[in-house]
């Protein structure tokens, strides 16, 4: 060691000596060129062997040792060219060899989650830092494979977004703990999934179905530190999707259907899940859904006045019953009073309902007008639900769990022992599609309240219905699920109509979301809304800046409502052309790209 580093010490002062570069011409280019080639038939030699777990670790250990031998016998000049050889001869040209590497590469170690092979990785590359892109690329890539895969898997919305969790928090094992949280690593894995989420036009209807099973039934038995943090997973998948409205607009109607049936764990859940988005998208995405909120707490508090009310009466009248139940109309009411602008509504028209409930409800509109003038109730017939006691054989009693339209339907068996489809549809009104489900929801064999004349499962046209006397159940109190929409639809009507049929949950049917490889469709009222927000993001942009390039207006209203949605270039031009048609915008007459604001 001292004599090769004193014979290195005397090369480099005779050259200082003589003015030569004798230690560079006579032994320093000699002995790069040598290791050079050493370590391009070394680097082979490993990369043959196949495993590129073995080849990280070997060159790990021949870097420690030239490191060694420079620091022990070169001159200190000769370092940084020896180690930039190193570098390119075991790391640079094998990179993108040794991060592909069937059965041993980056895409192996994420798949078993070795954490330990995937920090070797990064340490070798981080040392040429062009080479972190190779491995950024192959980590990226793998998420966005892994992803098509849970969308071509099809396992339905609730099991993909539990895929995409699964693989958030495997990836982000790799980022944070295998590449030290690096930002561009963490950025580059962001956009990957943002990428392949967005390939399905659904994604932001699962992510609804997840939340509403979650809240339903999820959170039961959870700590308030769990919750919080399965509403912060779903937070950070929100966060990669695109048409956050679309998302808003189904998890308005699931939030509805909660708080109309009363099926969720926790009030406070609730809210606290609306106040996440609330941070994440602003007031104006939320408005709606605190207004929900803040109706059903004046929906309580107007019931109990009307009850306390009711109770009043009962005590003040001495010939009438002291019964709450014949004070408010002969059955038990229980109103939820809605804003129209909060809720989503559908134009159902009414059906006819039975005579105590009608007098039930005039007796609250008398109430609610007198309480507060000026306001309109409309009745909508077609939600809610209801409890009735039915009599069956030998004196038994069930209370009966149904819809509106059940308790309708059934109610009509009070005073006739046996109806035909044709009247059932006449002296209630439901609409033909929600009458087949609901009458066929209740002749299930589980479920058969009614008996039906024909065999099989769907209505007949000329069927009639006989009230089931003989129906029994261990349950003192029955529910009568109902069944979904499509399962009341015979094959050959699917192959006549298309299968136009609506899903009975908180989404629309698979088809009206697209599909990975169509373009997004778009609900219809979202749809609308969009134009709306684009054309009042063109006015307030033109306005503020009276005249402006196609470009940079297409940039800025898209730069503008990218928390909302990302309006595609050709949506923005149409709303460009009608501005004009409506005389707000006008072209420049010397450059037809250029748009000047009309005041």
């Given at each position: ?90 790391i ?22 070795e ?87 659904r994604?932001?209807?699962?992510l609804?179905v ?25 937070i ?35 809210r ?29 508090e ?14 003040s ?47 609250f ?63 209630t ?38 009230f ?7 349950m ?124």
């Amino acid at each position: 060691r001292e004599v090769m580093r004193a014979a290195c010490s005397m090369l480099v002062e005779l050259g200082r000596v003589d003015g030569s570069d004798v230690h560079g011409r006579d032994f320093e280019e000699p002995f790069l060129a040598e290791t050079a080639t050493f370590y391009r038939s070394e680097g082979a030699a490993y990369m043959a062997s196949g495993c590129a777990s073995d080849y990280v670790r070997r060159a790990e250990t021949r870097l420690g040792e030239e490191a060694k031998r420079a620091a022990n016998y070169l001159a200190p000049g000769t370092g940084a060219p020896l180690r930039s050889i190193l570098d390119r001869e075991l790391i640079e040209v094998h990179a993108e060899a040794l991060v592909a590497s069937p059965g041993s590469g980056v895409a192996h170690m994420i798949e078993r989650v070795e954490v330990d092979g995937l920090k070797a990785f990064y340490r070798l590359f981080n040392r040429v830092p062009k080479t972190l892109d190779v491995l950024r690329d192959a980590v990226a890539t793998h998420v966005r494979e892994t992803g098509k895969a849970l969308h071509v898997a099809g396992n339905g919305p609730v099991a993909f977004v539990k895929g995409v969790l699964e693989m958030r928090d495997r990836y982000g094992i790799v980022v944070n703990d295998a590449f030290g949280g690096e930002k561009r690593a963490q950025k580059r894995v962001a956009d990957a999934f943002e990428d392949f989420i967005n390939m399905d036009s659904r994604a932001a209807g699962f992510l609804v179905v997840y939340v509403d099973e979650l809240l339903k039934t999820g959170l039961k038995g959870m700590t308030d530190a769990d919750i919080e943090a399965s509403f912060e997973k779903v937070i950070a998948i929100f966060r990669y999707i695109h048409d956050k409205d679309v998302f808003e607009s189904y998890y308005k109607q699931s939030l509805a259907k909660r708080l109309l049936s009363g099926r969720f764990v926790s009030d406070d859940a609730e809210r606290s899940m609306v106040a996440r988005l609330k941070a994440e998208c602003g007031y104006q995405f939320t408005n709606k859904l605190e207004g929900m909120f803040n109706d059903m707490r004046i929906s309580k508090e107007t019931m109990e006045c009307y009850k306390r009310e009711c109770n009043k009466r009962m005590a003040s009248a001495a010939s009438r019953t002291r019964s709450p139940q014949n004070a408010m109309g002969g059955v038990d009411l229980t109103v939820d009073v809605l804003t129209t602008g909060y809720w989503p509504s559908q134009a159902v028209p009414l059906c006819q309902l039975p005579d105590e409930v009608n007098r039930a409800i005039n007796k609250f509109s008398s109430f609610y007008n007198q309480k507060h003038t000026g306001r309109k109730l409309s009745w909508k017939t077609s939600t809610g639900f209801a409890e009735i006691r039915a009599t069956f054989d030998a004196g038994r009693r069930h209370d009966l769990c149904v819809s509106t339209y059940q308790m309708c339907i059934l109610a009509l068996f009070n005073t006739d022992e046996s109806l035909t489809l044709e009247m059932i549809r006449s002296k209630t009104d439901i609409p033909e599609a929600e009458l087949n489900r609901h009458l066929i929801s209740l002749c299930t064999p589980k479920h058969r309240i009614l008996r039906k004349a024909s065999k099989g499962k769907y209505i007949n046209e000329n069927d009639t219905f006989t009230f089931n006397g003989a129906f029994t159940s261990k349950m003192k109190r029955v529910k009568i699920p109902l069944v979904s929409m499509k399962e009341t639809i015979r094959v050959d009507q699917n192959r006549a109509e298309g299968e136009a049929s609506s899903s009975s949950g908180p989404l629309p049917p698979t088809g009206a979301f697209g599909s990975t490889q169509g373009g997004p469709a778009i609900p219809a009222p979202v749809e609308e809304d969009r134009r709306h927000l684009i054309e009042a993001a063109i006015v307030r942009v033109m306005k503020a800046r009276k005249n402006l390039g196609h470009n940079d207006l297409i940039a800025e209203v898209t730069r503008q409502l990218s928390v909302r949605f990302n309006p595609s270039p050709q949506f923005v031009k149409k709303r460009i052309e009608s501005l004009i048609e409506r005389e707000y915008l006008e072209r420049s007459e010397s450059d037809r790209r250029m748009y000047m604001y009309v005041a």
